[in-house]
């Protein structure tokens, strides 16, 4: 049997931030036909909001550190003040649409990461993914939205990365649906040349792209991005697409993933 | 047909604030057997929230106006913080467990207040609760804890009335469950004598409250909140209970508001 296709859609913190890109992106996202989910990054509100309440911004050795006020306040600005406004804008465009955070349903359960040379605090990485919660919820006709907060079975809310929540939700959910993942980011996709905005590569398979990082073509920071799209790839997912904010629209210049 | 029994348990401010009372009132709400609904009030946090992030508490004629820094506070103190934590405690206590506000699901539509003498900002008052959204949560065994925020139509969030959330979604339910309201507050019940904690009237019906209102011994403050309750028995809820955080414990002594 045909599978139903389900789209999964991470938008990053500095969409969120630009009120006319999310503006756009959100016009383009209700249009969408066929059931979706949306999970959001934070951006620098969090930050902004830290540093006013008067908390540091806790580092050791380049890695931020989420300790107790911190995750107070990504509670707030993520699983509230982002997640509930981005609700109520699709609810303002009549799509309907349910904010979550991992807790509720027990939807993202996750483990609090091991303590090894560095305590990172109050993060954590998924272990569990409720479908069967998600599937109800998309069974009501309505997008769940996730903010990137999981929670461990003990009930402790955790700061979790954006894109692993948005790869894991795909990964389980293919299950039962075809899945496409996208990423919507500042950049238009992979480039060949990280100079020029327009070098974007249309489609990279695992055998393409073994050969553009042999070539030394892909380098640097796209590499662990791509190894998580690949993993998710090769874990049902089936096809990773990555570009900007105008992903969604037709005929948009973007990378796409697949086996 | 006999109709199910429901309970709508709103818990204020001062209650979460205290985090010992908190624990001490979660335990007992875990225990309650049947449907349930939980919905909070906020507290001081948020006025702490918003002097620490360097807003002003506007006052106009000493009511407080909700302008939109305080709007943003409240989505992220009430609709973030103190909601998801909320749930991630229950489901520390194996409760499964979902964070609303009114935009989630369109469960809790608003208008805005009308500008007369004040314009209040950005709050509203309900004018449409969507019990089938209600029902599908509790269809899958899982407690819907409010946050008082509304959502108008036009997708603006509004701070809300937490006594009038919890009356509100009490009279609508009450189409499909015999439905019982408590209010956990500071306070035993309605008192004869208010120097005298102990002076806790047991029960009250329309009768009795009137002879009671005519004799002055219920006065000033307990009017408005009496007259709520007698308008949501005579719209159909069953019973309304007034007490202390120790409200749902086994002989606790309480207000039980009847027609």
Redo the contacts between chains.
């Keep these: 049997m045909m599978k139903q296709t389900l789209k999964v859609i991470k938008i990053g913190g500095k969409l969120i931030e630009n009120e006319a890109s999310l503006n756009s992106f959100l016009e383009d996202f209700v249009q969408l036909e066929g059931p979706k989910i949306l999970v959001h990054g934070g951006g620098n509100k969090a930050t902004e909001?830290t540093g006013?309440?008067?908390f540091q911004t806790k580092m050791v050795d380049g890695r931020r550190i989420t300790d107790k006020d911190s995750m107070?306040v990504i509670?707030?600005?993520?699983?509230?003040?982002l997640?509930?406004?981005i609700?109520?804008?699709?609810?303002?465009?009549k799509q309907?649409?349910?904010?979550?955070?991992g807790?509720?349903?027990?939807v993202l359960i996750s483990k609090r990461r091991e303590v090894k040379e560095i305590d990172y605090g109050f993060v954590g990485d998924i272990e569990k993914v409720n479908s069967d919660?998600i599937n109800?919820i998309l069974s009501?006709d309505?997008v769940p939205v996730f903010s990137a907060?999981s929670?461990t079975e003990?009930?402790?809310?955790l700061n979790t990365n954006g894109d692993s929540v948005a790869s894991e939700i795909a990964v389980e959910m293919s299950k039962s649906y075809e899945v496409k993942l996208y990423y919507c980011s500042e950049k238009k996709g992979v480039l060949t040349d990280i100079e020029d905005e327009d070098s974007v590569i249309p489609e990279l398979n695992s055998d393409n792209y073994k050969e553009l990082v042999a070539s030394k073509v892909i380098t640097d920071g796209m590499l662990p991005k791509l190894h998580n799209c690949f993993e998710a790839i090769n874990k049902g997912v089936s096809a990773v697409i990555l570009g900007d904010a105008g992903l969604l629209k037709k005929n948009s210049i973007h990378t796409k993933i697949v086996k």
Tied chains: 1, 2.
Excluded: H, P, W
């Excluded at 509670?75 to 003040?81: A, F, H, I, K, S």
């Design positions: 909001v006013k309440l008067g107070e509670t707030m600005v993520y699983g509230g003040l997640n509930k406004s609700v109520a804008q699709l609810q303002a465009r309907n649409a349910i904010g979550l955070c807790a509720d349903g027990k919660f109800s009501l309505m907060i929670c003990e009930g402790v809310l």
